[in-house]
């Protein structure tokens, strides 16, 4: 039984309007915050170094961060006492939520980022400066450890639980569910610094990875893996580099200093066409997914 078909199970009653309210507001958010960027003189890379200026990175970091942590909260309570279903419903179809496997999953991506770094760093050692700094980076360490892992599982709760749960239920059709919750997941990051530097190419990275973490979360049934997968990504990656033009602008160990260098969209066509596909392959062959057309494609029953 699919994620999806067990919480028809669970309450057949469910009410299709309670996913609007949450999901507008939130959405609605996004769509004003990218607005407001869009058209207003400042950048968004200027308005985070305004900040880092005013409060410095570890404290920048909590007012990037923070808003996404009380969302998880407003989320949780929601699906709690609105919806009246449990958390665990909105995490697996299992008895249980399977921690194995979000260690396996935060493990191997962890890995794959480390050794993209050593890549990098090996074929352009001129690109990064060791900056560490022991107090700053201590104090991020611990906001970071704490803080990322609550910040990716709001958005994996909100886009490949409640909203394609939402969707899939609305549409009995796990494909509009997956494609859907893919793009929004996308177009969620538009207001993100990154976009101002790379451009348009990078929502191949963005809506790339969405379908990734919906295919993943559709096939396993359980979002332990795209749990694991999303926490090491942005912890990893931001504990190891950082640099003038992301979102995360952290006491990083190093900085690329490079903010002359665009990243080619071929990168992210290697990433998502390549390197995804690949743990997608990996785990399949651990935890033995079978009946891909169904679970990718088949109607919610």
Not at 49 to 71: D, E, R
Not at 84 to 111: E, G, P
Not at 175 to 185: C, N, P
């Amino acid at each position: 039984m699919g994620i999806i078909e067990q919480l028809l199970r669970i309450n057949k009653k469910q009410k299709l309007w309670y996913y609007l309210p949450f999901s507008l507001f939130f959405l609605g958010i996004m769509f004003l915050n990218w607005i407001s960027l869009k058209y207003s003189s400042v950048s968004t890379n200027e308005i985070i170094k305004i900040n880092i200026q005013k409060y410095g990175k570890n404290i920048n970091f909590l007012i990037t961060i923070g808003p996404l942590v009380f969302m998880l909260i407003f989320l949780i309570v929601w699906v709690l006492f609105v919806h009246k279903q449990s958390l665990l419903s909105l995490t697996t179809s299992r008895t249980k939520v399977d921690w194995r496997r979000f260690i396996f999953s935060f493990t191997l991506w962890s890995f794959i980022i480390i050794g993209f770094f050593i890549y990098g760093y090996i074929v352009s050692p001129e690109d990064y400066v060791f900056s560490f700094k022991l107090g700053p980076f201590v104090v991020f360490l611990l906001f970071a450890i704490i803080l990322i892992p609550l910040q990716t599982s709001f958005e994996e709760y909100f886009m490949r639980g409640y909203l394609m749960q939402g969707i899939g239920l609305a549409t009995r059709s796990r494909a509009v569910a997956l494609f859907s919750t893919s793009i929004i997941f996308g177009l969620m990051h538009l207001a993100n610094p990154e976009v101002e530097k790379i451009g348009a190419s990078i929502m191949i990275y963005y809506i790339g990875t969405g379908l990734f973490l919906g295919i993943i979360t559709l096939m396993d049934d359980g979002l332990e893996l795209a749990l694991g997968f999303h926490a090491a990504n942005n912890l990893i990656g931001v504990l190891l580099v950082t640099s003038d033009w992301t979102a995360f602008q952290t006491n990083s160990l190093f900085t690329n200093i490079n903010s002359e260098s665009v990243i080619s969209p071929w990168e992210y066509i290697i990433q998502v066409g390549i390197v995804l596909p690949i743990v997608i392959i990996i785990f399949s062959k651990k935890y033995g997914w079978k009946n891909w057309k169904h679970q990718l494609f088949g109607k919610v029953v």
